[in-house]
């Protein structure tokens, strides 16, 4: 199911109804730049390969993931504290308070990845 949903055909029938890709080939199809799709899918599909090549070379073997244990532990609190800011029980500033001292807190107690807050 993974295979067909991200497929070239699957992810282009998508991103022509509006729907976002992360699939490079289908972002930069020609069919994009045309009249018709350039607003707004081309302009969009354009912005994402431009950041993609300017933070892309950051990235280890040219891809982001986790590289620490409990990233699903971090996931997790992160979706709960986002949310507090999305519905108003937080402040983003609040928020984003809570997310840097959960993330060192679980990172430290659960994981071996060494992890501070810069200012």
């Known amino acids: 199911m993974s295979r067909y949903l991200s497929s070239y055909e699957v992810q282009m029938a998508l991103c022509l109804d509006g729907w976002p890709t992360t699939r490079m080939d289908v972002l930069a199809d020609p069919i994009f730049q045309t009249p018709e799709l350039i607003h707004p899918a081309g302009l969009v599909n354009q912005y994402c390969i431009d950041i993609w090549a300017e933070q892309g070379s950051d990235a280890p073997d040219g891809y982001y ?9 971090i996931y997790e609190m992160q979706m ?6 999305v519905s108003g029980e ?7 308070e809570e997310l840097i001292a959960e993330t060192i807190a679980l ?5 071996d990845m060494p992890i501070r807050e810069e200012k």
């Open 90 to 96: 937080k402040t983003v500033e609040g928020m984003v």
């Open 65 to 73: 993931y986790f590289n620490t244990l409990v990233g699903g532990k």
């Open 80 to 85: 709960d504290v986002l949310h507090k800011a």
């Open 107 to 111: 990172e430290t107690k659960f994981g």
